[in-house]
C-alpha cells in the first residue's frame, strides 16, 4: 500500500470531515464519528482527524495512479465545502509504502 498524509490549518476540521463524509455516504462506505472519519473509494480510503485547529488525513491505495486519483477526489471536495477559508491545495505528497501483514510485494 502507498500512503499519503498532510495537515492543514482550520477551526472547522471536525465540520468538514461530517460533510466530507456524509456527502461520500451516498456513494461509498463511510465511517465516522467525532473529530474522526473514513471513506472507501474504490481507488483508495481516506482517512481524516480533526486536532484542535487542524484537519489530518491519511490517503491509502495500492499503486500511484489510484493514490493520485484518491487524493484529486479528497482535495477536490474539500475545497468546495471550505471556500470560505480559502484553503490551499492540500500537499498530500509524503509518499512511502506501507506493507500490510501477510502481503508480499
Same mark, same amino acid.
Given at each position: 500500500?502507498? !500512503?499519503? !498524509?498532510?495537515? #492543514?490549518? !482550520?477551526?472547522?476540521? &471536525?465540520?468538514? %470531515?461530517?460533510?466530507? #463524509? ?10 465516522? &464519528?467525532? &473529530?474522526? +472519519?473514513? #471513506?472507501?473509494?474504490?481507488? @483508495? ?5 480533526? @486536532? $484542535? ?11 500511484? +495512479?489510484?493514490?493520485?486519483? !484518491?487524493?484529486?477526489? %479528497?482535495?477536490?471536495? /474539500? ?7 480559502? /484553503?490551499?491545495?492540500?500537499? $498530500?505528497?509524503? $509518499?512511502? =509504502? =506501507?506493507?500490510?501483514? &501477510?502481503? #508480499?510485494?
Amino acid at each position: 500500500m502507498l !500512503t499519503a !498524509t498532510t495537515r #492543514c490549518e !482550520t477551526p472547522n476540521a &471536525g465540520k468538514y %470531515i461530517q460533510q466530507l #463524509c456524509k456527502h461520500f455516504a451516498h456513494k461509498v462506505e463511510v465511517a465516522y &464519528g467525532e &473529530g474522526h +472519519g473514513q #471513506c472507501r473509494f474504490s481507488c @483508495g480510503t481516506a482517512t481524516m482527524n480533526a @486536532g $484542535l485547529e487542524e484537519l489530518a488525513i491519511m490517503v491509502e491505495a495500492a499503486d500511484t +495512479g489510484a493514490l493520485n486519483e !484518491t487524493k484529486q477526489v %479528497i482535495e477536490s471536495h /474539500l475545497a468546495r465545502f471550505a471556500f470560505r477559508e480559502n /484553503l490551499q491545495p492540500l500537499a $498530500l505528497a509524503r $509518499l512511502r =509504502r =506501507r506493507f500490510r501483514h &501477510g502481503a #508480499c510485494s
